[in-house]
């Protein structure tokens, strides 16, 4: 039907695909499309909360950011090369750990991510439900129900409309951060933090894993945002679009994170999105 196809008529705008494998026939996209869609997702509330916890839980500014660098960077690549799978594959990449697991063995890694989803989803709803109420000034639950309902409704549409949203978030996300990071080096002597150091293992490896395990927590899901692409799109440049936009866009919300906790003076935690 026309109501969904793109301009062109040629190409389904509500996806059509579900865990199937994507047809040569139906391939389409850019390798653009992966680095704003990462940078876009990564330019977020989630991720900046996620960064201020090496603070919260006790460590500096300078160590904790380059413990969070060294975290990205690591599991940076293992979700980069998960996304180099998908336009080989055409597949899912849950669908294809069979290969790895066996068709009941990954029965225990899908019941693992299932719930990684759900904690993920919880936290990043409730967060961004109190930031849309602040921002409305609605209450909390209505801010989780507009959201919400926006994440049901972009879930149905699907790939092409996720990566659309991708590619304007990114903008977003950088005039966003541009605007959040003026405001605070205006009010935070930013070099005063940075030279107030106490490097201890515990805090910089809690700051290495932060932000590894958060990018590695794409894994799960990451080619399935990639598949579309022409199976002879280059790997490497596949690795390093994806890639690159994760880690680039999770550290600069890590960033601000890491000084806006900081100069919080301790008041951080409990006032998260104010």
């Not at 904690?119 to 909390?140: C, E, I, N």
């Not at 960033?255 to 100069?263: C, D, K, N």
Request: hydrophobic content about 55%; charged content about 10%.
């Amino acid at each position: 039907m026309a109501v969904n196809t793109d301009r062109a008529g040629n190409k389904p705008l509500i996806e059509k695909r579900s865990i199937d494998y994507i047809p040569e026939a139906e391939r389409h996209g850019r390798l653009l499309s992966q680095f704003t869609l990462w940078m876009g997702a990564n330019l977020q509330i989630t991720a900046i909360v996620t960064g201020a916890l090496a603070v919260v839980l006790g460590g500096d500014v300078f160590w904790s950011l380059i413990g969070l660098l060294i975290g990205q960077v690591l599991g940076g690549g293992v979700m980069a090369l998960h996304a180099a799978q998908g336009p080989k594959l055409g597949l899912p990449q849950m669908i294809s750990s069979r290969v790895q697991f066996g068709v009941y063995g990954a029965a225990i890694p899908i019941v693992l991510v299932c719930l990684m989803y759900l904690g993920f989803t919880a936290t990043g709803t409730v967060l961004s439900g109190q930031a849309l109420g602040q921002l409305f000034g609605v209450s909390d639950s209505v801010g989780i129900l507009i959201f919400a309902s926006v994440i049901v409704l972009v879930t149905v549409l699907g790939y092409r409309v996720i990566h659309w949203i991708g590619r304007v978030a990114s903008v977003i996300g950088v005039i966003a951060f541009v605007y959040l990071f003026s405001r605070l080096m205006s009010q935070t002597d930013v070099g005063a933090l940075l030279q107030i150091r106490h490097f201890s293992w515990s805090s910089f490896l809690l700051a290495v894993s932060l932000a590894a395990s958060w990018q590695i927590a794409f894994g799960p899901y990451v080619a399935d945002y990639s598949r579309y692409l022409p199976s002879k799109t280059s790997s490497v440049k596949t690795f390093f679009a994806a890639g690159a936009g994760s880690v680039i866009g999770a550290q600069v919300a890590m960033i601000l994170g890491v000084l806006a906790a900081a100069s919080a003076n301790g008041q951080f935690a409990g006032h998260e999105v104010a």
